[in-house]
């Protein structure tokens, strides 16, 4: 293996799968939190670090981007990540037999609809995959749990029904970062992440948007959030298509400066194929 990428969860998490999906020659290190992966990877303890973002149905993953602009890496590819989630039972376990599921909160509701046809009762862990691993050791009669396949196979549970979330869309999208900032132009469509502060006057934020739009770069994201609490002083995150030498980008993140306190890239990487899809 050449290296090592941390992830926040047991092995078997969907960010372990998408670890061994968008770097399967490095070795795999879970962690306990979200910090603990930054650390992981500022200590050199770790080389990359595998962290979600957002989820097509759950929306935003909460801190996350409170979190990247404090860490002190960067983006240097992102991952999309089918998030298809299996019902799993000790072994010999039938699917009739199961009774209560336990899964993280946010795979609760995604498959609600397959849950209430087959009358199970959903219970929320901490980890689907640590839920697992208690399975697996417990063997509980009449208990499941929502996890991926991938859990399955580590924790030697059988898989007693496969892909039941109730949107056929459901992915993840996943940033993969490192220590240092790369701007080498490494695909053919390329995405660049910054974060900014806007001036506390009147129209700062339309202002600042207005470059973006007058010189056609496409803005895919914009989200913001309170630093240290305050109500005037809020930062935002944004994701656009095109590469900070492209002239048409350079002008509208030279537009925005004119309106913002701070500018700081966390990253420019190519768009992954999938996320067209």
């Known amino acids: 293996m050449t290296g090592k990428i941390a992830f ?33 990877v ?6 990359l670090a595998m962290l979600p973002v957002e989820n097509s149905t759950y929306g935003r993953v909460a801190d996350i981007h409170r979190l990247l602009p404090e860490s002190g890496l960067h983006i240097l590819d992102e991952a999309f990540v089918r998030v298809r989630i299996s019902l799993m039972g000790a072994p010999g376990a039938r699917l009739e037999d199961v009774k209560d599921v336990r899964a ?26 640590g839920a ?5 050791a417990h063997r509980t009669v009449g208990e499941g749990v929502l996890a991926s396949t991938l859990a399955a196979e580590i924790y ?7 892909d039941i979330e109730d949107h056929g869309h459901n992915t993840t999208r996943f940033v993969i ?7 080498e132009r490494r695909g053919e469509k390329m995405m660049t992440t910054f974060v900014f502060e806007v ?9 600042a948007m207005g470059g973006f739009a007058t010189n056609g770069v496409n803005m895919t ?38 309106f913002t306190n701070n500018l700081d890239i966390l990253g420019v990487y190519p768009a992954d194929p999938r996320r067209d899809g």
Do not use: W
């Open 8 to 40: 926040q969860g047991e092995p078997g998490a969907y960010s372990h799968e998408a670890c061994i999906d968008a770097r399967p020659d490095m070795e795999a290190i879970p962690c306990a939190t979200f910090e603990d992966v930054i650390e992981a």
């Open 42 to 47: 500022r200590s050199g303890a770790t080389d």
């Open 104 to 129: 993280h909160l946010v795979l609760l509701p995604q498959s609600a609809q397959f849950l209430k046809r087959h009358g199970i009762r959903g219970h929320a862990a901490a980890d689907s995959a």
């Open 132 to 136: 697992a691993a208690d399975l697996a």
């Open 156 to 162: 030697g549970l059988d898989v007693l029904a496969r």
């Open 177 to 183: 970062m490192g220590r240092d900032l790369s701007l």
């Open 199 to 207: 001036r506390n006057i009147p129209a700062a934020l339309y202002k």
């Open 221 to 258: 994201k914009l989200e913001s959030y309170m630093i240290d609490g305050s109500f005037t002083a809020t930062r935002f995150y944004s994701d656009i298509e095109g590469h900070p030498d492209d002239p048409e980008v350079a002008r509208a993140l030279d537009e925005l400066g004119y």
